[in-house]
């Protein structure tokens, strides 16, 4: 309980931990409601009770501690026992590093699987296409100045067991492309472009195939528009699935600055681990919204199995051949 004083008091940059510990705490109270009467517990509950409030007015800078912050307060209201198990199940949604999603419920076996599929698979390929890999990176070297790899923070997730339900702990991970930009180029064209993506106001290309792309985008290098064209310039992300970072069949990783512009029901998506390709790659890339996006990712966490998973894999072979969503 030392712990779970202390963590309250902490600053913005260990909100999380703190309301780890606290929900935690929570959840063993809830656990243990036969035992409401006694001294301990009333003890216990109280002390929570103050982890909370110290929570819920903590000053913090960081958009999403400050939108569970107004969660919690709204959920809290004057009845604390009542908020137990609601500000448990809540957190499993919406704070930053732990989300969770009941189609991966039970499925322990199927994870094991394909993190073994994933490594073998990511060995084999990455030894399949090391010569093609190295006239790539010649070829990016010929044609721009800068380095042969586009390095990215992206959002990715940890595996984790909460009560015997499968969580997943949201962090930051090193994303690797082939570069298919020019060197030290402006972001702000694409940042504006996934905020008017998000808010559905994106323009139409007028590519069937790829209605929602940047057209005339002056970031490519001459290279990097047949890289992205035959998604060539996704090979170094075997690298991400060998290191556990990715998998080779899950919802796309998405930028920082993408994430920092989701409402609560988009989190949803990030409960799996983040893949080379997935249901929205072969069936909604480059021509559906965001929103349908959101919906194939979610329809793909709940019904996850080796066997989809395997077909997604074959699915990917026209959608890449054919160029579908590429551009």
Not at 170 to 186: C, E, I, L, P
Not at 247 to 273: K, T
């Amino acid at each position: 309980m030392r712990d779970l004083q202390y963590a309250t008091q902490a600053g913005d940059e260990t909100f999380a931990p703190a309301l780890e510990l606290v929900l935690d705490e929570a959840v063993q109270l809830a656990n243990e409601s036969k035992n409401f009467t006694s001294h301990s517990y009333q003890m216990r509950m109280a002390t929570v009770k103050v982890a909370f409030q110290s929570l819920l007015e903590m000053e913090t800078t960081h958009p999403v501690a400050h939108r569970i912050q107004k969660r919690y307060q709204k959920l809290y209201r004057d009845n604390f026992w009542n908020f137990l198990p609601r500000a448990t199940e809540s957190a499993q949604r919406t704070d930053p590093r732990i989300l969770c999603s009941p189609g991966n419920v039970d499925k322990s076996l199927y994870f094991i699987i394909k993190r073994l599929v994933d490594i073998v698979l990511s060995a084999f390929l990455l030894i399949l296409f090391a010569p093609l890999m190295l006239v790539l990176a010649f070829l990016i070297k010929q044609d721009s100045d800068g380095p042969v790899f586009f390095v990215q923070e992206r959002v990715g997730v940890r595996q984790r067991v909460r009560a015997g339900v499968v969580t997943w702990e949201v962090r930051n991970f090193r994303f690797y492309k082939f570069r298919s930009m020019y060197q030290n180029v402006d972001q702000t064209i694409h940042k504006d472009y996934i905020n008017r993506w998000i808010q559905g106001q994106a323009e139409d290309s007028g590519d069937k195939k790829a209605r929602f792309k940047l057209t005339n985008d002056p970031r490519i290098t001459p290279i990097g528009h047949f890289l992205r064209k035959t998604s060539l310039d996704e090979l170094p992300q075997l690298f991400n699935v060998l290191k556990g970072e990715m998998s080779l069949v899950g919802p796309r990783p998405v930028p920082i600055y993408e994430v920092n512009l989701y409402q609560d029901v988009h989190y949803e998506r990030l409960a799996s681990v983040p893949g080379m390709t997935g249901l929205w790659q072969v069936e909604g890339r480059g021509h559906v919204g965001f929103e349908e996006q959101v919906r194939l990712d979610i329809q793909y966490i709940y019904h996850q199995s080796f066997w989809y998973d395997l077909k997604l894999m074959f699915l990917t072979i026209p959608a890449v051949l054919t160029a579908r969503g590429a551009k």
